[in-house]
Structures are given as structure tokens and as C-alpha cells.
């Protein structure tokens, strides 16, 4: 006869019982590194806080942050506690207006009311495809005596492939799209379906009519890039580093080429691109034509391998690099 187990109790838990105040107490605690993260990770976006209680005008947004895989793509964040209420959804708007870059809206709060719900949805469904809208509720849960644990639920998301394809579909239509537009998209729509069927953690979430793709590696102004050409039959993975103007970066890590090589299993092009603030460290793979749908399956694997490479191998040195202040100061 199998033994009884004994199974614990679930029970919810007040916000106000870990956070007396939503502004002194649960804003900060949301903009702490570990958390953000954690609600990155309900969004399917790597998140780095700008600025907390952010002035926009005579008002002061909760939270601004910045999707570390575009450097002009700014997150606002908005929470409160109990029910979501008109006020909010106004400040909401009214901070989107006000604040550069800000393309994603988050609201946050411990009951999402259906008609607001519809109102992210509608703002979804008929504002222009850079912009999304995300509602989600907070929720503390315990078992028996444990210290609480929270749980972002997400009530309200775009589809952000559908209203990317949307657009692209449009723009067809519209005859506005070369074919090598035409290329990339269908090269792109491949390459992710073939990182689900991977299980792979980079994801590529909307349709693109770009030869190159950016995926995160944990600091703003560095990502890895994938790039296609059928011109120059060739493509590649690299580490772009997006400003570099006084090429301090690609130095520091140039220091390191010798073990960064070795580790990654194969020599790299060190890039300093001395007329441009970017540079790069790139792996090409030339005589191949990302037209070919038969090759597609083969440079897909050959690129997942590479980005899992430079992810493991760069993104510790590139998270200890000491900051570049005047070069980060132009990224803001």
C-alpha cells in the first residue's frame, strides 16, 4: 500500500501584505533586476529599467524601461493595485504621447476589468503594428506558512506575428514589396518555426522584410544578429555592438580573441568599422543561397548553433565590459 502524501494548502494572498503602498513599496520592488526579468519573461522580451516614478509632463509614469533587443524600443510600465480604473487608462495614453520610443504599454494591477480588457485589445487590434499593449494581473500565492510568491497572469496581448503579417500582407497587396522582400519574409517565417520546433529560446515574434534579425544577449546595445543575402550568396551570426564610437567595446573584447576563440570552437572577423560608431564580430557561411528552400533546414540548424555559441561564449564578458558612459548616454 503506497504511502499518503501530504500536500500543502493554496492560499492568496493580499498585495498590501508584502507591499503596504503601490509607489514606495511595489514600483520599486518591480523595477528590481530579478523581478523585471520575471515579468520579461511573461512578455517574451528582455527588459532593462530606464527610470522609476519617470516625469512625463506634470504627471509621473510608474516605470520606463527598454527592450534590450531594440535600443530605441522603450517599455512603459504602468501598475496599481485593486481593480483597473478610467484614470489609469488615460495616464496610460497621456505618457504614451509624452515618452520617445515608448512602443509597449504594460498595465498591471490585481483585477483587469473586462471593459478595459477590450480597450488594450481594441488598442491591439487598430493602432499602428510598432505599438503593443499588454494587460496583466499580479497575483501573491502561498503554501501554508511559505513566504509568498508572485505570478503575472497575462489578460490582454497583441498577436504580434499576426499584425506584423498583417502589414506585410498589406504592403504586398500593395505592391510595395521587391522580391527580395519577398525572400526574407518567407526566410524569417522559416527560421522561426524552426526555433519552436527546437524548443530554442530565441524567438522571432513578427514578420520582417529585413536581411538581418536581432535577438538579445542581456545588455542594451548588444545583440546577436542573423543576417541573410542572396546577393552575396552568403549568411551569417554575429555580435553587433551598436555604439562603439570610440571602438572601447570591440577593444576590450578583442583583449580576450585568443580564449573567446577557443571556446567558441572556430576564429572569428573582428570588425572595428572605423567610419561607423557600430562594430561587429561575425562567423559567415558563404555559397549558400537563403533562397533555396531545400537549404533552408541546413542553414536554420547552422545558424541556431552559432547563436547559442555567441550567446554562451559573449554574454558574461559582455555584461561585465565596464559602462562607456558617453557612448551609452547617446543610446538613451
Given at each position: 500500500?503506497?504511502?499518503v502524501?501530504?500536500?500543502?494548502?493554496?492560499?492568496?494572498?493580499?498585495?498590501?501584505?508584502?507591499?503596504?503602498?503601490?509607489?514606495?513599496?511595489?514600483?520599486?520592488?518591480?523595477?528590481?533586476?530579478?523581478v523585471?526579468?520575471?515579468?520579461?519573461?511573461?512578455?517574451?522580451?528582455?527588459?532593462?529599467?530606464?527610470?522609476?516614478?519617470?516625469?512625463?509632463?506634470?504627471?509621473?509614469?510608474?516605470?520606463?524601461?527598454?527592450?534590450?533587443?531594440?535600443?530605441?524600443?522603450?517599455?512603459?510600465?504602468?501598475?496599481q493595485?485593486?481593480r483597473?480604473?478610467?484614470?489609469?487608462?488615460?495616464?496610460?495614453?497621456?505618457?504614451?504621447?509624452?515618452?520617445e520610443?515608448?512602443?509597449?504599454?504594460?498595465?498591471?494591477?490585481?483585477?483587469?476589468?473586462?471593459?478595459?480588457?477590450a480597450?488594450?485589445?481594441w488598442?491591439?487590434?487598430?493602432?499602428?503594428?510598432?505599438?503593443?499593449?499588454?494587460?496583466?494581473?499580479?497575483?501573491?500565492?502561498?503554501?501554508?506558512?511559505?513566504?509568498?510568491?508572485?505570478?503575472?497572469?497575462?489578460?490582454?496581448?497583441?498577436?504580434?506575428?499576426?499584425?506584423?503579417?498583417?502589414?506585410?500582407?498589406?504592403?504586398?497587396?500593395?505592391?510595395?514589396?521587391?522580391?527580395?522582400?519577398?525572400i526574407?519574409?518567407?526566410?524569417?517565417a522559416?527560421f522561426?518555426?524552426?526555433?519552436?520546433?527546437?524548443?530554442?529560446?530565441?524567438?522571432?515574434?513578427?514578420?520582417n522584410?529585413?536581411?538581418w534579425?536581432?535577438?538579445p544577449?542581456?545588455?542594451?546595445?548588444?545583440?546577436?544578429?542573423?543576417?541573410?543575402?542572396?546577393g552575396?550568396?552568403?549568411?551569417?551570426?554575429?555580435?553587433?555592438?551598436?555604439?562603439?564610437?570610440g571602438?572601447?567595446?570591440?577593444?576590450?573584447?578583442h583583449?580576450?580573441?585568443?580564449?573567446?576563440?577557443?571556446?567558441?570552437?572556430?576564429?572569428?572577423?573582428?570588425?572595428?568599422?572605423?567610419?561607423?560608431?557600430?562594430?561587429?564580430?561575425?562567423?559567415?557561411?558563404?555559397?549558400?543561397?537563403?533562397?533555396?528552400?531545400a537549404?533552408?533546414?541546413?542553414?536554420?540548424?547552422?545558424?541556431?548553433?552559432?547563436?547559442?555559441?555567441?550567446?554562451?561564449?559573449?554574454?558574461?564578458?559582455?555584461?561585465?565590459?565596464?559602462?562607456?558612459?558617453?557612448?551609452?548616454?547617446?543610446?538613451?
Amino acid at each position: 500500500m503506497s504511502a499518503v502524501i501530504s500536500l500543502g494548502k493554496f492560499e492568496r494572498v493580499p498585495l498590501t501584505k508584502a507591499w503596504p503602498t503601490e509607489d514606495g513599496n511595489f514600483t520599486p520592488w518591480l523595477a528590481g533586476e530579478s523581478v523585471i526579468g520575471l515579468l520579461g519573461e511573461a512578455l517574451g522580451m528582455e527588459l532593462e529599467v530606464e527610470a522609476v516614478e519617470h516625469w512625463v509632463g506634470s504627471f509621473r509614469a510608474d516605470i520606463l524601461a527598454r527592450a534590450t533587443e531594440e535600443a530605441d524600443h522603450r517599455v512603459l510600465i504602468e501598475n496599481q493595485f485593486g481593480r483597473t480604473d478610467h484614470k489609469h487608462l488615460g495616464q496610460i495614453l497621456t505618457y504614451l504621447a509624452g515618452i520617445e520610443g515608448a512602443k509597449t504599454v504594460v498595465w498591471i494591477a490585481e483585477k483587469v476589468c473586462e471593459e478595459h480588457r477590450a480597450a488594450i485589445d481594441w488598442l491591439n487590434t487598430y493602432t499602428a503594428d510598432d505599438f503593443s499593449f499588454f494587460a496583466i494581473e499580479i497575483e501573491l500565492w502561498r503554501i501554508d506558512n511559505s513566504p509568498p510568491a508572485p505570478r503575472f497572469n497575462v489578460i490582454a496581448s497583441p498577436n504580434g506575428w499576426t499584425r506584423s503579417a498583417r502589414s506585410a500582407v498589406r504592403q504586398i497587396a500593395e505592391g510595395e514589396l521587391a522580391e527580395r522582400h519577398h525572400i526574407r519574409l518567407a526566410y524569417w517565417a522559416s527560421f522561426s518555426e524552426f526555433l519552436k520546433s527546437k524548443n530554442s529560446h530565441f524567438r522571432i515574434k513578427r514578420a520582417n522584410k529585413d536581411h538581418w534579425f536581432e535577438f538579445p544577449v542581456g545588455r542594451a546595445g548588444f545583440v546577436i544578429s542573423d543576417t541573410i543575402s542572396t546577393g552575396k550568396q552568403r549568411i551569417a551570426v554575429e555580435l553587433y555592438i551598436s555604439n562603439d564610437p570610440g571602438k572601447s567595446y570591440i577593444r576590450a573584447l578583442h583583449a580576450q580573441k585568443e580564449a573567446i576563440e577557443a571556446e567558441f570552437g572556430q576564429a572569428l572577423d573582428w570588425q572595428e568599422l572605423p567610419t561607423k560608431k557600430a562594430s561587429r564580430i561575425a562567423l559567415f557561411r558563404t555559397g549558400v543561397d537563403p533562397a533555396d528552400e531545400a537549404l533552408r533546414p541546413d542553414l536554420h540548424a547552422w545558424m541556431l548553433d552559432k547563436m547559442e555559441r555567441f550567446l554562451r561564449v559573449f554574454a558574461p564578458r559582455v555584461k561585465s565590459l565596464p559602462s562607456n558612459s558617453a557612448a551609452e548616454a547617446r543610446d538613451e
